[in-house]
């Protein structure tokens, strides 16, 4: 068990820190882009999982160019008010590659 870690953006930039757990939640408030800090050493996984939480005005996010997605496309994110989207992610090497999957969309 572990608790979730909550990240605040500013100036449209947040950053998610591997050491700080591997549960995160963003309530958005601005546009973000995000950074992806401290991921284990390669060889080692690191795999965490973003909650995102809709504004009542549809808030966009920039991913970090490091992520893959299925498809090469990063999801659409659920545009209603307060609607809940979830992102998993994992890296085996030293986050060259972060693998990024939609676990479940409009979930709020």
Do not use: C
């Not at 659920?78 to 085996?92: K, L, Q, S, Y």
Request: charged share 10%.
């Amino acid at each position: 068990i572990e608790e979730s870690t909550t990240i605040t953006s500013s100036s449209n930039a947040a950053t998610l820190n591997l050491r700080d757990g591997n549960s995160f939640l963003h309530d958005l408030t601005e546009n973000v882009t995000y950074t992806f800090s401290n991921p284990a050493a390669s060889g080692k996984a690191s795999i965490f999982v973003l909650k995102v939480i809709q504004d009542s005005s549809a808030r966009t996010i920039t991913w970090p160019g490091s992520v893959d997605w299925a498809a090469a496309t990063a999801p659409t994110l659920t545009a209603t008010n307060n609607g809940v989207d979830v992102f998993v992610f994992f890296t085996i090497d030293g986050g060259t590659t972060y693998y990024g999957f939609t676990a479940g969309q409009a979930m709020g």
